[in-house]
């Protein structure tokens, strides 16, 4: 009897001995998972930050590009109001030196 309760135990501690290598297989083999994952996360991060890094540089340069066109405009209008000034003077102009000539 003393014997098959022996033999039971040396089963039953190669049975928790099987269980614990079959765990630590599947931890290891589950670790490498993950490590191959997170390295694929972290190149498709370091491809994300990359393309943001390139997408502000493109805005930073249509801002710049905008405040010149900005700036164009300004100018072309402030030219614009220029002209139109001295157009309307020089109207006046020969208006009066018609107006004194048929007097």
Known sequence: ??????WDMIMLIKKIALVGFV????GCANSEGLEKQVSTLTQTVNKLTSKVN???SDVSALKEQQQAATD???SAKSAAEEALS???DA???VDNLVSSYKK
Do not use: C, F, I, P
Request: charged share 25%; no cysteine.
């Open 86 to 88: 001295n157009a309307k």
């Open 91 to 93: 109207n006046e102009r």
């Open 54 to 56: 390139s997408l502000s």
């Open 1 to 6: 009897m003393h014997e098959k309760l022996y």
């Open 23 to 26: 765990v630590v297989l599947t």
């Open 72 to 74: 164009a405009a300004e």
